[in-house]
């Protein structure tokens, strides 16, 4: 599976757009790209993921490069709740090989008041 | 409908004891896993199965052993607990969009 580089924190403001970043310049072409968080040694938690087109769902919206060498992850209106680690994965598509993921460090994100 | 069970959620052991961690799901789900995660690290994978009678090796799994007898259950098991086990570790099942995990068993060896 392709690597990924994340920054190891960030801040936003409460009520402003979280943008985070992932690098994946290794991807490969059936290589999926996967959004978790983890919130205070809790279990991680799916937020998205997404192959060549920009996808939204109710949580956060992904947007992927043209070339697929990287990703943003955005909360439109960070709140205080989205205080967590957000991990970028980037892995083969379900049902291959047993779908195992691999996580790295993460991006450690503070919303701040 | 509970998702990914595990259990104990504490536990405190001393060196060369042994226990199980028990992890159990109710959404029908052919693959789990298990990871651990250190203090300020991220997960890493120690065993994981694609169905009931099939397990495999992930990043990490010297010093554990799993089995799946059922679809349901997904024990870990250590045999000779050392202090480097120390740790929490989580359970998950995975279905097509990704993983549902547990919340964790926080295991400290003294």
């Known amino acids: 599976d392709a690597k990924t580089t994340q920054p190891p924190s960030m801040d936003c403001a409460e009520g402003r757009a979280a943008n985070l970043p992932c690098n994946h310049s290794t991807i490969s072409g059936n290589e999926y790209v996967y959004w978790y968080r983890q919130i205070h040694s809790q279990g991680p938690q799916y937020i998205i993921h997404?192959?060549?087109n920009n996808e939204t769902n109710e949580m956060a919206s992904l947007i992927i490069t043209e070339d697929r060498k990287s990703s943003t992850l955005i909360l439109p209106h960070a709140t205080l709740r989205d205080t967590a680690v957000y991990y970028c994965?980037?892995?083969?598509?379900?049902?291959?090989?047993?779908?195992?993921?691999?996580f790295g460090t993460g991006t450690s994100l503070t919303v701040i008041p | 409908n509970a998702g990914v069970t595990q259990t104990p959620k504490f536990r405190i052991l001393k060196i060369g004891q042994s226990m199980t961690l028990q992890c159990t799901q109710d959404m029908n789900h052919n693959y789990m896993y298990w990871y651990r995660q250190d203090p300020g690290m991220g997960l890493k994978l120690i065993y994981y199965?694609?169905?009931?009678?099939?397990?495999d090796k992930g990043e990490v799994p010297n010093g554990y052993n799993v089995s799946r007898s059922t679809t349901e259950d997904f024990p870990l098991r250590l045999e000779l607990a050392a202090p480097s086990q120390t740790s929490v570790y989580f359970c998950?099942?995975?279905?097509?969009?990704?993983?549902?995990f547990g919340s964790g068993t926080r295991l400290t060896v003294v």
């Open positions: 994965i980037v892995r083969v598509a379900f049902g291959n090989t047993g779908n195992q993921f691999y």
């Open positions: 998950a099942s995975s279905y097509v969009q990704g993983y549902t």
């Open positions: 997404g192959l060549k």
């Open positions: 199965s694609v169905g009931a009678g099939i397990t």
